[in-house]
T-cell receptor, first 116, second 113 residues
Framework: AQSVSQHNHHVILSEAASLELGCNYS??????LFWYVQYPGQHLQLLLK??????LVKGIKGFEAEFIKSKFSFNLRKPSVQWSDTAEYFC??????????????FGKGTHLIIQP | AAGVIQSPRHLIKEKRETATLKCYPI?????VYWYQQGPGQDPQFLIS???????DKGSIPDRFSAQQFSDYHSELNMSSLELGDSALYFC????????????FGPGTRLLVL
């Protein structure tokens, strides 16, 4: 079974600051990696994903993440945050099955607050 | 673009009652997943279906059952509701074999009194 660890449960930044949210996973096989964002009162939206290929992936809203296989990590980054980035961020993994019906295992989430 | 549709969006039930939640996947998505998110918690995977067959099983209580129908929509049936079942229930869908990304619906907020 997989497990996901997000290092920071609460992060407070000022606008224009740089962001890095840590995510480590534990699994012996090949995984798919995701970052989802959940704005207050809303559903989970996909920020970005990694299946294979270039370990540096770019997502929506200026976010990017780097898969480092040797460290079992998939950290999320953004060079300059905005007030509208205030939300809950979840890292998630599932085993790559070749078809795709495996449930996601989520981290506990990081509550990001951006101060104007 | 069309998204995952869930109904109802809000539901209030008494203890020991039953509830049925419905999920309509994105068109041409044949795989459906159910998740439960308690207050301030991360989503927990319950169960998934592909082509009307159960595909993967997570932490779904025995009081809950689910199925997928020929039009690919899915229903989550919850019986003998408990206070602890109060949560946000998300459905997600994906196109099997071509893209393993799960796209989430808006959720059903269930309150058990």
């Amino acid at each position: 079974a997989q497990s996901v660890s997000q290092h920071n449960h609460h992060v407070i930044l000022s606008e224009a600051a740089s962001l890095e949210l840590g995510c480590n996973y534990s699994y012996g096989g090949t995984v798919n990696l995701f970052w989802y964002v959940q704005y207050p009162g809303q559903h989970l939206q996909l920020l970005l994903k990694y299946f294979s290929g270039d370990p540096l992936v770019k997502g929506i809203k200026g976010f990017e993440a780097e898969f480092i296989k040797s460290k079992f990590s998939f950290n999320l980054r953004k060079p300059s945050v905005q007030w509208s980035d205030t939300a809950e961020y979840f890292c998630a993994v599932n085993a790559r099955s070749g078809g795709g019906a495996d449930g996601l295992t989520f981290g506990k989430g990081t509550h990001l607050i951006i101060q104007p | 673009a069309a998204g995952v549709i869930q109904s109802p969006r809000h539901l209030i039930k008494e203890k020991r009652e039953t509830a049925t939640l419905k999920c309509y996947p994105i068109p041409r998505h044949d795989t459906v997943y159910w998740y439960q998110q308690g207050p301030g918690q991360d989503p927990q995977f319950l169960i998934s279906f592909y082509e009307k067959m159960q595909s993967d099983k997570g932490s779904i209580p025995d009081r809950f059952s689910a199925q997928q129908f020929s039009d690919y929509h899915s229903e989550l049936n919850m019986s003998s509701l408990e206070l602890g079942d109060s949560a946000l229930y998300f459905c997600a869908s994906s196109p099997y074999g071509t893209d393993e990304t799960q796209y989430f619906g808006p959720g059903t907020r269930l309150l058990v009194l």
